[in-house]
């Protein structure tokens, strides 16, 4: 089993509706088994929903702990949601031990290596979001899939 973010699949699970299909990394994985996932949508966010970010200066680890939040482009706390997220996603990756997890560059839930900066302005830096920080904490093999 191998877990991909929905949205690498095809799945139109991204904030503005869309999705962000990755053809190459359908090609590598093919024959195995899958399973998508999305936190945002397991945390019970909208699909579409506004664009969120962790909190500049902060990454997922520090949300983890309590000590950054996320928030939407029009200011609202999504913390709690993206939390929510991560921690079902843990669970899923506890049931069935995936033996890698392909998350979704950028993202404030799926980013491994890199996030957006918390400004909304596109720029990115180093850092992990909450579900594959929380993955990473937890012994599963997260890869970006760039």
């Given at each position: 089993?191998?877990?991909?973010?929905?949205?690498?699949w095809?799945?139109?699970?991204?904030?503005s509706?869309?999705?962000?299909l990755?053809?190459?990394?359908k090609?590598?994985?093919?024959?195995?088994?899958?399973m998508?996932i999305?936190?945002?949508?397991?945390g019970?966010?909208?699909?579409?929903?506004?664009?969120?970010?962790i909190?500049?200066?902060?990454?997922?680890e520090?949300v983890?702990?309590g000590?950054g939040?996320?928030?939407?482009?029009?200011?609202?706390?999504?913390t709690?949601e993206?939390?929510?997220?991560a921690?079902?996603?843990?669970e899923?990756?506890?049931?069935?031990?995936?033996?890698?997890v392909?998350?979704?560059?950028?993202?404030p839930?799926?980013g491994?290596?890199l996030?957006y900066?918390g400004?909304f302005?596109?720029?990115?830096?180093a850092?992990n979001?909450?579900?594959?920080?929380?993955l990473i904490?937890?012994?599963?093999?997260?890869?970006?899939?760039e």
């Amino acid at each position: 089993m191998i877990f991909v973010s929905g949205c690498l699949w095809g799945k139109n699970c991204k904030y503005s509706g869309g999705n962000n299909l990755r053809e190459n990394l359908k090609e590598k994985l093919k024959g195995e088994e899958i399973m998508l996932i999305c936190p945002e949508c397991l945390g019970e966010l909208p699909t579409p929903r506004s664009p969120s970010e962790i909190e500049e200066g902060f990454d997922g680890e520090n949300v983890i702990c309590g000590m950054g939040k996320v928030f939407s482009r029009d200011g609202k706390d999504v913390t709690a949601e993206f939390l929510k997220g991560a921690e079902k996603v843990l669970e899923l990756a506890k049931k069935h031990n995936p033996k890698a997890v392909y998350l979704k560059q950028g993202s404030p839930s799926c980013g491994f290596g890199l996030i957006y900066d918390g400004t909304f302005t596109g720029v990115k830096k180093a850092g992990n979001g909450i579900t594959a920080q929380l993955l990473i904490d937890n012994g599963f093999h997260v890869i970006a899939e760039e």
